[in-house]
């Protein structure tokens, strides 16, 4: 069965950098775009960006500013997410998805989301 | 920059019908935003229920149902169940430089 698996809570300073994982299985890994979308708290879902597993191709949201870099590890079928710089207000649950529509967007299987606490 | 609005918050009796919607400040929602809607419990991922306006996946009970109503997407649920009190949220695609843009979510209650 399809699931995506990402890698544990996480506290950082202020100002230092994130690394996540998710970790696909069930499926063939280069066949889907996966996106990562982030909830700070009580907060709505922001969508962050997407890759191309295939190619390694990206797209961000604006709203990041450049501190977003989203990569991919084929033979390791991971994803990874990279958040620099990190402030206060990037104290958030992160999660990934995966995009099943070719023609369109649809997240339709996700993982189980890392906290990640900016904390001084 | 673009808003996606959503109700903040809908109470429904259970059995009842409830409709969520779901508007855009660029204009009219079209199945060219290809409008998703999600389900999300307390300390849960989010859950799809609605992808490409009308399309359901598997899991998705036949009481909730998508469509394109006066401009805006909607999200309706027939006979509504206890089990579907949860955070709804919808997600619009606009392609260009900033292509996709959730909303900012309806507390349904079930009363």
């Known amino acids: 069965q399809v699931q995506l698996v990402q890698s544990g809570a996480e506290v950082k300073n202020p100002g230092a950098s994130v690394k996540i994982s998710c970790k696909a299985s069930?499926?063939?890994?280069?066949?889907?775009?996966i996106h990562w979308v982030r909830q700070a708290p009580g907060q709505r879902l922001e969508w962050m960006g997407w890759?191309?597993?295939?190619?390694?191709?990206?797209k961000y949201s604006q709203n990041f500013q450049g501190r977003v870099t989203i990569t991919r590890d084929t033979s390791a079928t991971t994803t990874y997410m990279e958040l620099s710089s990190l402030r206060f207000e990037d104290t958030a649950v992160y999660y990934c998805a995966r995009d099943d529509c070719s023609n369109g967007v649809c997240f339709l299987y996700w993982g189980q989301g890392s906290l990640v606490t900016v904390s001084s | 920059q673009t808003v996606v609005t959503q109700e903040p918050s809908l109470t429904v009796s259970p059995g009842g019908t409830v409709t969520l919607t779901c508007a855009s400040t660029?204009?009219?929602?079209?199945?060219?935003?290809?409008p998703n809607w999600f389900q999300q419990k307390p300390g849960q991922a989010p859950r799809a229920l609605i992808y490409s306006t009308n399309n359901k996946p598997s899991w998705t009970p036949a009481r909730f149902s998508g469509s394109l109503l006066g401009g805006k997407a909607a999200l309706t649920l027939s006979g509504v169940q206890p089990d579907d009190e949860a955070e709804y949220y919808c997600l619009l695609f606009y392609g260009g430089v900033q292509p996709l843009v959730f909303g900012g979510g309806t507390k349904l209650t079930v009363l």
């Open positions: 890759i191309d597993t295939d190619n390694g191709n990206t």
């Open positions: 069930g499926y063939t890994f280069t066949t889907y775009v």
């Open positions: 660029t204009g009219a929602v079209t199945s060219a935003n290809y």
